[in-house]
């Protein structure tokens, strides 16, 4: 048996790797920090049908997405796979749009954690301080973790999940205990509500929850027969997260009921759940789900962090950004240069919003969230057409349904939810379509700019190549 071997395989099963997906999906974050926007931007009282249509679009995707998984040893991200069927080009394409997605939800939740450590350090008689004060302190605290490759602990992470799912489960079963504000009805899984409002928001909020599931490909060497294990791994994760969410995100409607959640919603949106939290429990069990929301925001904040720093290492290392960032600290041995950049973009993302003196939630993590989650349904919507591709040239596996129909079926989910999103994404901007014109061309330009890039690196490899070999000759 080989070291590798000896070293990875056999050690997670399918708890532990769904263990692990759920926790960076942040349950919490979703329903006490995204929700309650999905609901009053979106389609209200429609949000949890739409949580289940996302998992289900979801789960048709993994399809294909296990299957690559098991057939190609280079995984673990959207931008390998396409890089697998599309080639170079558009790989380093989706490379960076997937950095311009993290770093774009990044600066996002720097807001929404800003402003929930504004309301707790008020509540409990602190100093009124700008929310851009907290946001910045945090920056600071992400920075020195990240810069000096500080492990934060696994078991204490696992702690802050179970904790979350228990606030979530003991909230709906208050809510459900009790009869809600109106008693308990399915309004919520009609097809009118979901079609109420902005379902296109709403489909945008419910699809960058599940952001993260993906991540288990990435176990696959250390998995206990990764071809069983990590297919049945990435259906239970978006089972599981689509379900807590649609079971919690109903608990919230019908706390305060089908008709009257959306005005609620809008009414005081950042304090939606801790509202129905406080009504249901106990106003302290509100107290305690704030401050367990604002360490499920730093671990997020922590893991958006790490893995731009680990792509910008990535792509510096294959020459598809400046060397330096391909460095590793001597004393740390983190990826210090692409840590610091980082750093430094989101201090100048949310600069811009502070200047302007935007609001931290319904603005700076609404519109970054939300040009984000179309980021990444760009990058589902690619790698699906990659994995289409990427079977149908190699004939890696020939089963029918994951490598064609499913595959298939994904791509036109994900596309229908793309148009969604788009057609109702200057309703997430304020209703500004220059706002939002403005938005989704920054995300065209940076894919477009990647290729661009991904060609020039490889024309100078191909000529430097040439050269060489032209020099040999001659010698």
Known sequence: ??????????SIGVVGIVFLVVAAASPLTTVAGSLPVMIALGNGAG??????????VLLVFSVGYAAMSSAVTDTGAFYAYVTKGLGRDLGVGAAGLAIFAYATVQAGVYG?????????????GGPDLPWWVWAFLLMAIVGVVGYRNIDVGAKVLGVLLILEVVAIVALSVAVFARGGAHGIDFTSFTPGSFFSGSPGIAMMFAIGSFVGFEATAIYSEEAKNPKRTVPVATYVAIIVIGVLYAIGSWAV????????????AAQDTANLTFTATATYLAPWAADVIAIMLVTSLFATLLAFHNAISRYLFALARRGYAPTVLASVHDKHGSPHAGSLVQS?????????????GADPVLQLFTWMAGIAIVAILALMVLTSLAIIVYFRRSHADTRLWHTRIAPVLGSLG????????????DTLMGG?????SIFLAAAVVVFVGGVVAGRIVHVRRAKAVHAEAATSISH
């Open 414 to 425: 994900l596309i229908a939810i793309t148009v969604l999103v788009i057609q109702n994404f």
């Open 47 to 56: 949000a949890p049908l739409t949580y289940l249509i996302a998992a289900l």
């Open 253 to 264: 409607v019908l706390a305060f009921g089908s008709d009257e959640v959306g005005a609620a």
């Open 344 to 356: 430094a973009s989101a201090v100048v993302l949310v600069g811009i919003f502070a200047l302007a």
């Open 112 to 124: 929404l954690a800003a402003n929930t450590i504004r309301g707790l350090v008020l509540e409990y």
């Open 1 to 10: 048996m080989s070291v590798s071997n000896s070293q990875l395989r056999g």
């Open 432 to 436: 500004s379509r220059t706002v939002a």
